[in-house]
Every structure is written in C-alpha cells, then in structure tokens.
C-alpha cells in the first residue's frame, strides 16, 4: 500500500498516495489542470508546458504531470505567474496548428479551442509556422498531418512504447523537429490507429470518409445501409456525454436512420457467421493436424501485420472472413436476393473502433462478384461527429431496434469488442460443432480464462477430448514472445489494440486503461444477460449459411478469404 | 583521511556551470543501489567562449585520467567515458589514450557532430551515450541513482577531474581556469584563484579595456551582461569572460546571435523554448518592436522551460537589456 500523504492545493488540505503525480491527483479532487500531452497510457513527458503550477519553495514553475506529490507540498495552479505562463504557452502552442476547423471532426470537441475559449487567449499573435508541412498517408487508413501537429509525440509513443511497431520517429531538432514515417524498409505502418487515438488535436487521424458519405446519403436512388461493430455500442455514447459502457445500441439505430441510412443493421449477425466458419475450420484443422496453429483474423492491423512481418505465418490465419466483410457480403448477396434489390444499388457503410477497417474494406480479394462487400468504413469518432453536426439528439432519440433479419445475434457476437472475445466465441460453438450426435457433453459457455487486459492470456482447454493449446494476445506489442514459440499453440487470437476493439484506433478519445476496463465490462455483462449465448444457437445466421451451401461457388466468396504476402 | 572528505574540505564544486558540491555529488552516487556504476567525464565545452577544459586535457591529461581513476575506485566503477568534444576528439585522441594507456576501461567517446549544446548537459549526455536522441530527460530521477543504462553515474567536468587528482596530491590552491576573450589583447586560458572578482582577473591578465565596455560572464550564450559597474564579483559558472566594446558591437546583431544560438541547440521537446526562442528571434528581427511581448517571452523562457538550456536562454538577452542597453544610444535598437 503506497503511503497517504498531505499536500495543498490552492490552501486545500488534500489527502492522497505518495508518488502520485500533481495532475492526477488535483484531477481526483475535482481541481482543473490544462494539459495536452499527457496520457494516461504513457509516463508523463512533460513537453507541451501547459500543465504548470507554482510550488512553494520550487525557483521555476513546474509541470504538475511530472512533479510527484511528497508531504507538505504546496501547490498553486492558478496564481498570475501560472496563468501568464500557461497562457502564452497555449498562445505558442496554437501557433504550431494551422487550424482546418471548417472540416476538422475535432472541432466539436477540440481541446485547442477549449483552452483557447476558456482562458480567453489572443490566438493571432503569431503567424502560423507550419503551413509548408507535409502529410503522410497510410494506406486509405490514418494520416499523419504535420500542419496540424503540436509536438507532443503522443503518437510516437503509441507507435513505439504501446504497439512495438516504431513506425514514426522524430526527424530533425528544434523548431525544424518533425514527426515522420521510417524510412526502413523492414518496418510498415499496420494502420491500427493508435498515434490517432491519442492525438490530442488532430494531427495523427484516420482518414476521413465521412464527407464521402454525406454525399451517398443524398442519392436517392440507392440503397443506403449502415453495419455497426460490436465494440461501438458501449463507447458511442462516450461522445455525447455518457459513461463508457453505456449501451447505446437503440440511439445508434434511429441516429443512422435520422442521417438517412436505409437499413440498419448490426455487425454482430457477420461476428456469429464468422464464428461458425471459424470454429469448423479450427476443428477441421485440429483432426487433420494442418496450419496449426490456427490465427484469428478479425482484426486487420493483426493480418497486414503477419503479411508484412510475418508472411511465413499466412497459411495459419483463418480463411474465414472477418464479422465486417461477412456482414457486407451477406447484405449483398442473401439479403439483395431477399428484397429483390441489385447489389449494385446497395451502398454498405460500416461504422467500426477501427482505422484499420478502412484498409480491410479496400482489399481487392475481398470483392464478390466485382463489388465491395464495404463501401466505406466510418470511424466511431467520424460517426459521432457526423451525428453532431446534424444537431441529432443522440441519447434522446425514440429508442429503435436493428432492422431484421440481422437483428438477432447471440451473446458471443457482443464480445467479439473485447480482446479473448473472438476466441471465447469460436470456443463455444466449436465445442458445440464438436459434441453433435453426442450424447453426453460437457456444457462450457464462459472461457474466462482468456479474458481480461492481460497482455497475454494462455491456457489449454479440452473440447470433447481434444486438447487445445491456446493463446491470446492482448495488443500487438506483446506478440513478440508468442511467435517465438508459435509451435507451442493450436489456436492464437491477436487483436492489435489495447484490450481488442474497445481499445481501438477510431475510439472515442479519450480512450484510457480506465475506460478500456469499463467498456469490456460492459461487452461481458451485456453478453451474459443474452439467452442466446453461442452462434451456433442464430437461427437467422444458419438460415444464410445454409443459403449459401446451396451456391459453393458463391459460399466461398463470401466466407472465406485469402492473404497477400507484403514483405 | 579518505577521499571523500579531502574532496570536501578542499571545497570542490562543479566546474561545468551549475558548482554543485563535488563531495556531494559522489556521496549521492556511492550511496546509489546498482549492479555497476558508471563515471563520465564531460569534456563537451559546448558554450561558445569557452576554452579551459580543451586546455586541462591538452597540458593535464595524466591529472585527469588520475581524477578520474580514484573516481572509479571510490564508486567500484565498472567503466568509464572520456565524452569529448567531436573537434577535441580529433585533436586529443592519441595523447588521452597514450594516458590511458592499458586502462581499457576507460573509453573515448566522441559526441556526435550536430548533438550541440545540449548534449552536454548531463541528461543529454547520458542520452548521448546510449546512441539515444541528444535531448535531456526528466530530472528526478538524476544520474547519480539513475543514469547511463539506468545504472548510478558520476558525471563531472574535466576541470573538476583535474582538480581531484591535484586535491589528491595535496596541491590545490584553490584555483580555477579562466578563458578571457573577445576585445581585448590577451585571449587565452588563466589559472587563477578562485575567488578573484571579474575586475581583477582582467586587470591581472592585462586585459581591462581602456574603451566603453560590457562582459559577459559565465559562457558567450548563456553568460550574464555586465557593465564596468558590475564587475566586483567572481565569475560565475564556467568561469569565462568576454569583453565587448560598446562602440563596435550593434546591439540588435548581439541580441539575435544570442537568439539565434539558442533557437538552433534547442532540442524540440518543450513548447516554451522550441517555440519561444523561435518566436524571439522573428520579433527582434521585426522593424518595430513589442517590447511587451518580447519581454514576456523571455520571462516565459526562464521560469516554465523543460532544462537548463530553455532556462538559461534569456540571461544575456535580459541582463543586455538591463545592463548594457542603457550605455547605448537607445535609437539603435527601437
């Protein structure tokens, strides 16, 4: 147990743990610091100089991210020397921003012009000095947009510290200092969009669509659908003042319909047919002993990063589809058929945790008969964003269900948002694949043994007497150890994000251990009230299945997919 | 009697800018839990002006491997880094390793070219050696508990190597080197006592200006302004003096080389100096001046920067202003 200590803050007694740092602390007790480079996820840096306070017996005025609470401190955040500081900081800061508020989603929510608002800061003084700076596109998924960035490295660390990819370094020194892709050839951008997830401003984002979509919206001639990911319906509401893990899944629904979405529809009903296909190719692969172990692909920063680092890998990942392209696949195919629409009229938008969905959506060997099962992928944030800026008062909104057949999921759908959720999900119904005609099974629907924010999580589990090797890896900067002893599993899940989709790049930011913790609870819990508990047990999902077992040829263009090797 | 104590008496401090108690500084690093120590000798001399520790390591290289050896004892030090200066690594290798000779745990350490100003500073230095970027780190932890490799390091300039192995010796005389230049007859390296103020040391070294003058005291970047007034104190710091002639320099050029110096070391981490240095030197370029803002950003510099470079970037400006600015006719500047 850390030691309770006593310190001031602006004469305020407070009580707190030894070893804190001012700017949490002050936070817990409800006492406003300004800060823009400081994350929860890494140690403090110190750089934007915007956190200042006065401590008594310091010369200068310190950043309280940096400064660790000892007894009898005594700190001062608002005196005239902070603000004057603080204040022209901010003013030097702002000058590093070439604002494009006009298209910026930030602007509903920027923490520039929050700062600039609050403080009443002249933000003219100087010119902008970054206007000649550079863009840096990666794949249609995140941008790097060096007119906007304010320095802080925030996206360096998530590259660096957080995923272990070290994409982005620092270039040069000084006011010449610049944030920039590698030039190794031996290291790639995977797209997972953590830089943007921790961006304070913009700088580090996906790369928009939402514009795209604005205009589709406006076609009256097409049929316009939306898909949502499991994940989002316990963050959206994040966004609009809600707490994290707050289930939003019936404001989502009319929010689409009131942009002009047609159908709306729930990516869950694609996690439960990916989860079949899944569970039957694993135990297929187990009896013949072929491309063990078998890796998840779900989550496409995870297979463009066995493409590039580890092709030696792509026979192991699933041929099976992820929940998104199944979903797609499916409404333009069964469903086209279904309501006598041509797949060309049909425009899929999906709105995902994820930047890298964007990259999953433009893959070539994807297309089914010429189209996109995904036209265009929208992050949360450019959801929320696009919900705004139509004035749609989302949490208010007359509740509405998502519009069938692909209303119905099972519980193992919703944790498909979680890291060890896909796993959990492929387990249930293999087990279930594996006992049929059995007459005595042991029932196992929770695998709680690969849930949780562990990095990595490794148990065996035995279903109907085969012995499975498993193995979980939580974040992509924990999977260095796991290749090295590869051979040791029969069955890996990689989700490249922190804590799975709830963590993902196209969050709501902030997007916090703390909140990564709330928002999975939320997937848990929500799971455990459904009665429908496996895929297996989604009479609608089998119904397609079975609908499209009738077309092999068409069967295998929507379920399964194949990889490119990109080393 | 042991080291430690020799060191105190003879009341070492630190001969790289800050005088910190030398005997302190080891105390802290002795005391320091860790597998293997390190000492770091820092020959960096980035200050422009100064020249001393290129002159102790060019006549006293024996007394500085000697300092440094009794460090490494003292601390059971694994390993040692001469950190030079890339220009004095050229020049000193073959001597400083004919020192060294078959003490192989002592190594040269060239400091990247570029690396600049603050890779003397001692996180910066740290940083340096681990083929890290040239930047200082967040200070606690300090060297003496966490520093090269996250091991206890005893980081000292050359002079104060130098003068623990004379301390040792039994031949401190409580002296310090001087380096004197700009306009004046005499440039050079002095060894003088330390207590002499800035006055003397000129006068000894027949160097005071016979012409309107100011000095600036303690490094040619981050030294303090002095008029003829203020020069009945030691000088501080590095102990370097510069004379300027108030008729010869123009005082906008002074202000903006001073800036300028500081904009182009600045390493880029923290919004106050990458961006204040920046934002001064485009005001003071400018035909009118704000002084307001001007002044602002100087204050701004000295009491929210991230490390000693952002800290000490607004003395000389400041003290110009204040000290010497006053002697000149104010039309010159606006």
């Known amino acids: 147990m850390p030691k309770k200590i006593k310190i001031k803050i602006n004469n305020k007694e407070i009580i707190c743990e030894q070893g804190d740092n001012i700017y949490k602390v002050a936070k817990k007790n409800g006492i406003y610091i300004p800060g823009l480079c400081s994350h929860p996820d890494f140690p403090a840096k110190g750089n934007c100089r915007i956190c200042l306070v006065e401590i008594k017996g310091f010369k200068n005025l310190a950043t309280s991210c940096t400064i660790k609470a000892e007894d009898g401190l005594e700190i001062k955040t608002d005196t005239e020397r902070v603000k004057k500081a603080r204040n022209l900081n901010i003013e030097l800061i702002f000058a590093e921003h070439i604002e494009k508020c006009a298209t910026c989603i930030w602007r509903v929510k920027c923490p520039l012009l929050e700062l600039a608002d609050r403080y009443k800061i002249v933000i003219s003084r100087f010119k902008d000095r970054k206007g000649n700076r550079k863009t840096y596109k990666f794949a249609n998924a995140v941008e790097l947009d060096g007119t906007q960035c304010i320095d802080c490295r925030n996206c360096i660390d998530a590259c660096s510290k957080i995923q272990k990819i070290n994409y982005l370094e620092l270039k040069g020194k000084g006011i010449s200092q610049e944030i920039v892709p590698v030039k190794d050839k031996n290291t790639d951008c995977i797209y997972c969009g953590q830089c943007a997830v921790h961006c304070p401003v913009g700088s580090a984002q996906e790369q928009a669509d939402w514009d795209k979509v604005e205009r589709i919206l406006l076609d009256k001639k097409k049929i316009k659908v939306a898909l949502f990911a499991p994940s989002i319906r316990v963050s959206i509401g994040e966004e609009f003042g809600f707490e994290p893990g707050k289930v939003m899944t019936e404001q989502i629904v009319p929010s689409l319909k009131a942009l002009g979405f047609n159908y709306v529809f729930d990516v869950n009903f694609g996690a439960d047919a990916t989860t079949m296909v899944e569970a039957e190719e694993l135990l297929k692969r187990v009896k013949n002993k072929k491309n063990l172990p078998m890796l998840t692909s779900c989550c496409p920063a995870w297979v463009k990063y066995v493409e590039f680092y580890h092709p030696e890998l792509i026979p192991n990942l699933t041929t099976a589809r992820s929940p998104q392209i199944h979903s797609g696949g499916i409404v333009k195919t069964y469903w086209a058929e279904m309501m006598k629409i041509r797949p060309q009229n049909i425009i899929i938008v999906s709105i995902m945790p994820c930047t890298a969905k964007k990259f999953e959506s433009a893959r070539k060997e994807l297309k089914i008969n010429g189209l996109f099962p995904v036209d265009y992928v929208l992050t949360v944030r450019e959801l929320a964003w696009m919900i705004k800026k139509n004035r749609i008062n989302f949490g208010k909104l007359k509740p509405a269900a998502v519009d069938n057949p692909f209303g119905k999921h099972s519980g193992a759908a919703l944790i498909y948002g979680a890291s060890g959720g896909v796993m959990e999900s492929a387990l249930r119904s293999a087990r279930h694949l594996a006992c049929r005609g059995k007459k005595i099974c042991p029932v196992k629907i929770d695998f709680k043994e690969v849930r949780g924010l562990e990095g990595v999580k490794e148990t065996t589990v035995s279903i109907n007497n085969i012995k499975l090797r498993l193995a979980v890896v939580n974040c992509i900067g924990n999977i260095g150890p796991i290749i090295e002893k590869i051979k040791n599993y029969d069955y890996i899940e990689v989700m490249a994000c922190p804590g799975g989709c709830i963590g993902g790049g196209g969050q709501p930011m902030p997007t916090t251990g703390e909140i990564r913790k709330k928002r999975m609870e939320a997937l848990y819990k929500a799971d455990k009230g459904f009665k429908m508990r496996g895929a297996h047990e989604n009479e609608n999902v089998l119904e397609v299945l079975k609908w499209l077992k009738k077309k092999p040829e068409l069967e295998h263009k929507v379920l399964h997919t194949k990889y490119v090797n990109r080393k | ?334």
């Open chain 2, 1 to 334: 009697m042991d080291i430690l104590t020799k060191i105190k008496e003879a009341g070492l401090v630190g001969r790289g800018g800050a005088s910190f108690p030398t005997w302190r500084k080891w105390a802290m690093v002795k005391d320091a839990l860790g597998e293997k120590k390190y000492v770091v000798c820092n020959a960096s001399e980035g200050e422009p002006g100064v020249k001393k520790d290129k002159y102790i390591l060019e006549n006293y290289p024996e007394q500085v491997i000697d300092g440094i050896q009794r460090a490494m004892e003292f601390l059971l030090a694994e390993r040692a880094f001469i950190y030079l200066n890339p220009d004095y690594f050229k020049e000193l290798k073959p001597k400083l390793e004919k020192f060294i000779g078959n003490a192989k745990y002592i190594e040269l350490f060239k400091k990247p070219h570029g690396s600049g100003y603050i890779g003397g500073e001692e996180t910066g230095c740290i940083n340096t050696i681990e083929g890290e970027r040239t930047e200082p780190r967040l200070r606690p932890p300090f060297p003496t508990t966490n520093g090269l490799w996250g091991y206890p390091t005893l980081i000292n300039n050359v002079e104060t190597f130098y003068n623990v192995s004379i301390v040792v010796a039994g031949k401190y005389k409580k002296n310090r080197f001087y380096t004197i230049d700009g306009d004046c007859l005499w440039e050079g390296v002095y060894e003088l006592p330390e207590n002499y103020t800035i006055e003397r040391i000129l006068k000894e070294t027949r160097n005071y200006p016979d012409f309107s003058f100011f000095v600036q005291a303690g490094g040619a970047a981050s030294g303090e302004i002095l008029n003829s007034d203020g020069l009945k104190k030691p000088a501080s710091g590095v102990g370097s003096i510069r004379i300027y002639s108030l008729e010869k320099h123009n005082p906008k050029d002074l202000i903006l080389n001073w800036l300028n110096f500081f904009q182009r070391q600045s390493c880029g981490q923290c919004t106050t100096c990458r961006e204040g240095t920046y934002r001064l030197v485009e005001e003071i370029k400018k035909n009118k001046l704000d002084w307001e803002l001007i002044n602002d950003l100087l204050a701004n510099l000295e009491d929210s920067s991230f490390c000693a470079l952002g800290y000490s970037a607004p003395i000389a400006v400041s003290s110009f202003l204040k000290n010497a600015l006053p002697l000149i006719s104010k039309n010159r500047i606006v």
